[in-house]
T-cell receptor
């Protein structure tokens, strides 16, 4: 399973754009990059998934360089409600229902008023 | 859909007692996962099912833990006998084939073994 490395914590002021980078040097050809968000006392919530280049949805953008050895989750204009732990996962569902996704330590984002 | 439903939300039990956690996945989802979360170890995958069949239980810590999925709409995680080190938040999640890597998590069950 590809191992991921991301900062333990980050602070940001309200209204700023936040970029959280994740390293995954041994990503495999079939692996996808997925980000989850977790608020205290809640289960993780899927944010975004990508394979290469850039993916954008109503919540965030995901930037993946050509070598795919890292990825950056971009949160535009964060608010206090974006304070959470953000997890980067690398893996996929391979054949015969096999699941290859592992949660790391995550990045604790604190948004400051 | 109401999402993944777990019960109970909180459970306090004495060491040695049997504990059963319950999960109702989202209708139509064919994957079900059980995770455990602690401060020390983070989120750990315990076991997952595909079409009600256990696929990988290598994350189950020991024989005291067992999980079943008798049908597509119900799963249980049982700990017998429970120990204080089992105290954690247990999450159930479900996913449907073709849904990419997106899984939907329940609110979790906070288990305290005293």
């Amino acid at each position: 399973l590809a191992k991921t490395t991301q900062p333990i914590s980050m602070d940001s002021y309200e209204g700023q754009e936040v970029n959280i980078t994740c390293s995954h040097n041994n990503i495999a050809t079939n692996d996808y990059i997925t980000w989850y968000q977790q608020f205290p006392s809640q289960g993780p919530r899927f944010i975004i998934q990508g394979y290469k280049t850039k993916v954008t949805n109503e919540v965030a953008s995901l930037f993946i360089p050509a070598d795919r050895k890292s990825s950056t989750l971009s949160l535009p204009r964060v608010s206090l409600s974006d304070t959470a732990v953000y997890y980067c996962l690398v893996g996929t569902f391979s054949g015969a229902g096999s699941y290859q996704l592992t949660f790391g330590k995550g990045t604790k984002l604190s948004v400051i008023p | 859909d109401a999402g993944v439903i777990q019960s109970p939300r909180h459970e306090v039990t004495e060491m040695g007692q049997e504990v059963t956690l319950r999960c109702k996945p989202i209708s139509g989802h064919d994957y079900l996962f059980w995770y455990r979360q602690t401060m020390m170890r983070g989120l750990e995958l315990l076991i997952y099912f595909n079409n009600n069949v256990p696929i990988d239980d290598s994350g189950m810590p020991e024989d005291r833990f067992s999980a079943k999925m008798p049908n597509a709409s119900f799963s249980t995680l049982k700990i017998q006998p429970s120990e204080p080190r089992d105290s954690a938040v247990y999450f159930c999640a479900s996913r449907k084939t073709g849904g990419g890597t997106e899984a939907f998590f329940g609110q979790g069950t906070r288990l305290t073994v005293v």
